[in-house]
T-cell receptor
């Protein structure tokens, strides 16, 4: 039972390059999230997927796209990387128990991305 | 939109001192509230949670009470240890399962 797995752990990109950050969870959770963490800014929500087949914008979606491939996987794509996207990216997942309201979120270990 | 506001850090305390980290929120409806902790180089771990008004979440000596009348969820611990040094995040989840975090508060505990 690995929890939430993110790949890669580290990545350096040149400005204008594209890449996809991968996230997978094995907890049968319905909801998944992508955040970026910058010094002094806390965690800012990029996109989230409340359930398989749905995605919604968060606080800072510009420059990113997401795909909820199936219930387990939620990927984040940078089509044309910019230095402002240098950050640590975290994926998270949460179960949804309608009626019990127990939506604890579990996090991956993060991806440190540098755009030069 | 929804938002979470935390006191700025760093908060520097001596071992065995009392800790309070303030958190207030803005949301429609009745969100669930959380405190997460992040140790250096790691992801976030859930510390405690409360899902309705007047609930008290507690874990590892930390406590927070969901106060709807003041829209607050302040984190407290009676006696901090050096091992509590970390960054603490207050968060809310609304009815659409959107999970929003505050900016984090760094806690430094000196021996």
């Amino acid at each position: 039972n690995a929890g939430v797995t993110q790949t890669p752990k580290f990545q350096v990109l040149k400005t204008g390059q594209s890449m996809t950050l991968q996230c997978a969870q094995d907890m049968n959770h319905n909801s998944m999230y992508w955040y970026r963490q910058d010094p002094g800014m806390g965690l800012r929500l990029i996109y989230y997927s409340a359930s398989e087949g749905t995605t919604d914008k968060g606080e800072v979606p510009n420059g990113y796209n997401v795909s909820r491939l199936n219930k387990r996987e939620f990927s984040l794509r940078l089509e044309s990387a910019a230095p402002s996207q240098t950050s640590v990216y975290f994926c998270a997942s949460s179960r949804r128990n309608l009626g019990t309201n127990n939506p604890e979120a579990f996090f991956g270990q993060g991806t440190r991305l540098t755009v030069v | 939109g929804d938002s979470v506001t935390q006191m700025e850090g760093p908060v520097t305390l001596s071992e065995e001192a009392f800790l309070t980290i303030n958190c207030t929120y803005t949301a429609t409806g009745y969100p669930s509230l959380f405190w997460y902790v992040q140790y250096p180089g790691e992801g976030l771990q859930l510390l405690l949670k409360a899902t309705k008004a007047d609930d008290k979440g507690s874990n590892k000596g930390f406590e927070a009470t969901y106060r709807k009348e003041t829209t607050s969820f302040h984190l407290e611990k009676g006696s901090v240890q050096v091992s509590d040094s970390a960054v603490y995040f207050c968060a809310l989840m609304d009815s659409s399962y959107k999970l929003i975090f505050g900016s984090g508060t760094r806690l430094l505990v000196r021996p």
